[in-house]
Nanobody, 121 residues
């Protein structure tokens, strides 16, 4: 079994910064892609940023230039550094990871429970 736990959310003023963390634990062989998604009230969940196991990154246009995704493979941890935050960044942020629990078992996708980010104007 694999668990993803996010942390680092909170309330911040517009223009401020937050750093989210996502720790994967449990029966892990390899963590492949790590993605950060967000869901605002009344809206669909959307991809914010994703990083491959080899460190290749992609960002949504809404956050490009303001957010930075990174990872520490030794700690099975992903990060999302969020700078120049705007009220429209307010959402629950979720971590998603593709995990192999064994070299013999196909990759599965896991989700964390989310962390609230609120940006006041």
């Amino acid at each position: 079994q694999v668990q993803l736990v996010e942390s680092g959310g909170g309330l911040v003023q517009a223009g401020g910064s937050l750093r989210l963390s996502c720790v994967a634990s449990g029966s892990i062989f390899i963590v492949n892609d790590i993605g950060w998604y967000r869901q605002a009230p009344g809206k669909q969940r959307e991809l914010v940023a994703i990083i491959s196991g080899g460190g290749i990154t992609n960002y949504s246009d809404a956050v490009k230039g303001r957010f930075t995704i990174s990872r520490d493979n030794a700690k099975n941890t992903g990060y999302l550094q969020m700078n120049s935050l705007k009220p429209e960044d307010t959402a629950v942020y979720y971590c998603n990871a593709g995990v192999l629990t064994s070299r013999y078992i196909s990759e599965r996708s896991y989700w964390g429970r989310g962390t609230q980010v609120t940006v006041s104007s």
